[in-house]
């Protein structure tokens, strides 16, 4: 039987270069790692079993010579097949920067927000050419049908979408990119449809948008 490929599953965005940690490895080591890769979270793993989670705030308590073994630890894993928004949404509740993914106890690599950003860049409509626009509806006129109709008719596409509520608003800022950037008409239409546009954006810098959108939702999502 042929695999099925899940494409918005973790396991679709695990780093497998990401560095680990021994249970014998001293604190100050790790330290030195986590400032190499830039990372606050590191997994512990000895012969492929995940131990936990170490953060870089719970080791600057310790000495620097005592072993990860006397470290206290988190155990924030995900399973391989939990999907794209669900990984997102974890790391935005346990405020980390690494998730371990983890299968019968054993490690089969992680998930770093760096390679959510680039997956969601190539698979979730990100990083597609065009233009973002960003609306704001009542959640009751709220109808991404009416809106998909509307855009297609003015001949564009949505290539992705998110929607938010706003915060002290009764409004929801719904957020989403078209495969063009020649919008004029579109926006016209989009207004004639008594659509209150609330910005958009013809950039460019794809790269440096994606980073804000995705940094906006991650504290969206903290408690």
């Given at each position: ?99 371990p993914v983890v ?23 990100w990083g597609f ?57 579109l926006m016209a ?35």
């Open positions: 039987m042929k695999e099925r490929k899940y494409t918005m599953r973790a396991q679709r965005m695990l780093s497998l270069d990401l560095p680990v940690l021994a249970l014998t490895d001293q604190v100050a080591r790790a330290l030195d790692v986590m400032d190499e890769f830039k990372l606050m979270h590191l997994p512990v793993v000895e012969e492929d079993v995940y131990k936990g989670t170490v953060s870089e705030e719970a080791l600057l308590e310790l000495d620097t010579s005592a072993l990860i073994a006397e470290a206290p630890m988190t155990s924030d894993a995900i399973a391989p097949d939990l999907h794209v928004y669900d990984v997102v949404a974890r790391m935005g509740w346990s405020d980390v920067d690494l998730l299968e019968e106890g054993l490690y089969r690599g992680a998930v770093d927000r760096a390679a959510v950003l680039r997956f969601m860049a190539k698979r979730a409509g050419p065009g233009s973002t626009i960003v609306i704001e509806v009542l959640p009751k006129d709220l109808s991404p049908a009416e809106l998909v109709r509307i855009v297609e008719a003015d001949g564009a596409q949505i290539t992705s979408f998110n929607v938010a509520p706003q915060e002290d608003s009764e409004f929801l800022e719904v957020t989403f990119k078209v495969n063009t950037e020649e919008i004029e008409s239409t989009l207004r004639r449809h008594e659509f209150t546009v609330q910005s958009f954006y013809n950039a460019p810098e794809l790269e440096d948008e994606m980073r804000a959108r995705f940094n906006a939702f991650m504290r969206y999502l903290q408690p």
